[in-house]
């Protein structure tokens, strides 16, 4: 089947802790990217990957980073999170940069306390 | 100002009606117009795709676009309670996947 996975689903976790949440298609899809969704502002790209080892800004990539070390891979890291990066996170991947239907993972819910 | 504008409901309609979803927006620049589909605890799944102006019609959906007035709406006909979902605007402004989301309009079809 098709999919986009995300991993974990659900996290809490505190202030400094640093944490990775996967995502993982098997679409053979170049572009991939991460979106986090928050009430009254919809979502919004974090950062985005064109093919592997290549990485760009989004509109709100502070506080975070990621790494396109394989096609099928691209990991999200909050090297210190804090809470105002409590939030509902998507990885979404498509075939080209191109206008393409994106497709959306299950979502990870983050709580920062 | 935001570039998309989205009413986030929640808009409640009987089961059958016909369903009116919209998005405004600022910039003249978007060309590509989509309509995401998401159900709780689910990601975005695309619904319709339009290029610049004009109709598109998937079954009990509409997809229409007004460039001049930067307006872009969502019929769907014979609402259904498995309709129910929040119902996402997202735009482009060239051949490119960088999508700018609306907020996200709450449906809900009561039986």
């Known amino acids: 089947e098709a999919q986009v996975t995300q991993n974990p689903r659900y996290l809490i976790t505190v202030t400094g802790k640093k944490l990775t949440v996967t995502c993982s298609q098997n679409?053979?899809?170049?572009?991939m990217s991460w979106y986090r969704q928050d009430p009254g502002l919809g979502l919004r790209q974090i950062y985005y990957?064109?093919?592997?080892?290549?990485?760009d800004k989004g509109d709100v990539p502070e506080g975070y980073k990621v790494s396109r070390k394989e096609k099928r891979n691209f990991p999200l890291i909050l090297e210190s999170p804090s809470p105002n990066q409590t939030s509902l996170y998507f990885c979404?991947?498509?075939?080209?940069?191109?206008?393409?239907?994106?497709?959306f993972g299950p979502g990870t819910r983050l709580l920062v306390l | 100002q935001k570039e998309v504008e989205q009413d986030p409901g929640p808009l409640s309609v009987p089961e059958g009606a016909i369903v009116s979803l919209n998005c405004t927006y600022s910039?003249?620049?978007?060309?590509?117009f989509m309509w995401y589909r998401q159900y709780s605890r689910k990601g975005p799944e695309l619904l319709m795709y339009?290029?610049?102006?004009g109709n598109k019609e998937d079954g009990r959906f509409t997809a229409q676009v007004d460039k001049s007035s930067k307006y872009i709406s969502l019929f769907i006909r014979d609402s259904q309670p498995s309709d129910s979902a929040t119902y996402l605007c997202?735009?482009?402004?060239?051949?490119?996947?960088?999508?700018?989301f609306g907020t996200g309009t709450l449906l809900a079809v009561q039986p």
């Open positions: 910039n003249s620049a978007f060309q590509y």
């Open positions: 990957s064109m093919n592997v080892e290549v990485t």
């Open positions: 997202a735009m482009s402004k060239g051949a490119t996947n960088k999508l700018i």
């Open positions: 979404a991947s498509s075939l080209s940069s191109g206008v393409e239907t994106q497709y």
């Open positions: 679409m053979n899809h170049e572009y």
């Open positions: 339009t290029y610049s102006s």
